[in-house]
């Protein structure tokens, strides 16, 4: 089975600070690894993805992720931190060749970035 | 871009209603999904399809059937809605064949029943 986790349900950070969301998941192959962000009455928009290559994943807004096997994490993280950055962010990951055939998501982390 | 429309942002109905939840995309999709979001319980799948006619169990389809008639059109229904039901219901779609391409969801619909 796959799973994914999401240890802090909140981040709070200053904006022009760096900034980690963290993700930690289990699946028994290789996993392909997702980071979604959803902003207030929104759906989700997806940021980056892992597949393979380059452990460290460049994505939209500035964001990026490092995809690390021996600790199975893919936290998401981002230089400097923008107030217009406050979101709900999602870790989703689906093992390649598994018998699960869809995405499973994490709870969620509030990202919440203070002027 | 990729467009994924859900009919109705907001939805108030009463326990024991047939309750329908419209999802359109515009990107020929074949790959379709329904979620419930939950607070500190992220997206639970209820329903997929990949293709017209087809569909599969997700995680939690207890309470829930989904009807695919056109390919742009995925539709969730409750048969009798409980006040369990209550919650945000996500639509999204996804390239076939495509396994590395990222879901692209709608706006929601935020379901409350009374």
């Known amino acids: 089975a796959q799973s994914v986790a999401q240890p802090e349900d909140q981040v709070n950070v200053a904006e022009g600070n760096p900034l980690t969301v963290k993700c930690t998941y289990s699946v028994s192959g290789n996993p392909y690894l997702f980071w979604y962000v959803q902003y207030p009455n929104r759906g989700l928009q997806f940021l980056l993805k892992y597949i393979t290559g380059d452990n460290l994943v460049k994505g939209s807004y500035g964001f990026e992720a490092e995809f690390n096997k021996s600790q199975t994490s893919f936290h998401l993280k981002k230089p400097s931190a923008l107030v217009s950055d406050s979101a709900l962010y999602f870790c989703?990951?689906?093992?390649?060749?598994?018998?699960?055939?869809?995405?499973?998501f994490g709870s969620g982390t509030q990202l919440t970035v203070l002027p | 871009d990729v467009k994924v429309t859900q009919s109705s942002r907001y939805l108030v109905k009463r326990t024991g209603e047939k309750v329908f939840l419209e999802c359109v995309q515009d990107?020929?999709?074949?790959?379709m999904f329904w979620y419930r979001q939950d607070p500190g319980l992220g997206l639970r799948l209820i329903y997929f399809?990949?293709?017209?006619?087809?569909?599969e169990k997700g995680d939690i389809p207890e309470g829930y059937s989904v009807s695919r008639e056109k390919k742009e059109r995925f539709s969730l229904i409750l048969e009798s809605a409980s006040t369990n039901q209550t919650s945000m219901y996500l639509c999204?779609?996804?390239?076939?064949?495509?396994?590395?391409?990222?879901?692209?969801f709608g706006d929601g619909t935020r379901l409350s029943i009374l």
């Open positions: 990107m020929d999709h074949e790959n």
């Open positions: 989703a990951v689906r093992e390649i060749s598994g018998s699960a055939r869809q995405l499973t």
């Open positions: 399809s990949y293709d017209v006619k087809m569909k």
């Open positions: 999204a779609s996804r390239d076939t064949g495509k396994q590395r391409q990222p879901q692209h």
